[in-house]
């Protein structure tokens, strides 16, 4: 069964510095992982999907990597911001189903 | 407008009645999915479908019922509700491996 951890629950970072966000998940055979953002209370916004066959997606100061062999993935957020305050959540797409398994997320806060 | 919108947005109701949570969508997508978000637990899969004829139980799917009227919509009911049943509830749709997310409906069981 395909379970999906993130670590650490919560983090705290000072505004400008670099960070990265951890996934891990037990099944390497997977068809892709998306990286989303969900603010308190509101609904998950798409910011990255890493198809099996990709190493790595870019988008303005995120980027998101993937290594099936591991059972990992990482989101690489540049420069962080305030703004970027939020709960980072990835999600796993099985192989051989339309599924998604979610892991419970990484509540970031970006001190100014 | 948005490419999947949810009513309600919020809903406070009493242990016992029946509810119905409605999801639409303009993208075009067939597969669209309920979850519900409980703290600390993630987001779990309550019921999914591929197309109006196409129905699938996911991991919580017991309390709950679906009905897929239309390609656009996806409609979930709590047949009786019960205060466990007391959650953020998602609908989303997906497409060549992305699922896309409604605002989410905070349904609250007295």
């Known amino acids: 069964k395909q379970e999906v951890t993130q670590i650490p629950a919560a983090l705290s970072v000072p505004e400008g510095e670099n960070l990265v966000l951890n996934c891990s998940f037990t099944d390497s055979a997977i068809y892709n992982l998306q990286w989303f953002r969900q603010d308190p209370g509101k609904g998950l916004t798409s910011l990255l999907l890493?198809?099996?066959?990709?190493r790595e997606q870019t988008s303005g100061r995120l980027n998101a990597s993937l290594d099936k062999s591991s059972g990992r993935s990482t989101l690489y957020i540049a420069a962080s911001q305030p703004g970027d305050s939020a709960t980072y959540l990835c999600?796993?797409?099985?192989?051989?189903?339309?599924?998604?398994?979610f892991g419970t997320g990484t509540r970031l806060k970006v001190l100014a | 407008d948005a490419d999947v919108t949810q009513t309600p947005r919020n809903r406070i109701t009493k242990t016992g009645k029946r509810i119905m949570l409605e999801c639409s969508q303009t993208?075009?997508?067939?597969?669209m999915y309920w979850y519900r978000q409980d703290p600390g637990l993630g987001l779990r899969l309550i019921y999914y479908s591929f197309d109006v004829k196409d129905i699938n139980k996911g991991e919580i799917s017991d309390g709950y019922s679906v009905s897929r009227q239309a390609q656009a919509k996806f409609s979930l009911s709590l047949e009786s509700a019960i205060p466990n049943q007391t959650a953020l509830y998602f609908c989303?749709?997906?497409?060549?491996?992305?699922?896309?997310f409604g605002p989410g409906t905070r349904l609250t069981v007295l």
């Open positions: 890493i198809q099996s066959s990709q």
């Open positions: 989303a749709t997906s497409q060549q491996g992305a699922q896309y």
């Open positions: 999600a796993v797409n099985p192989s051989g189903t339309y599924k998604y398994i």
């Open positions: 993208k075009g997508h067939d597969r």
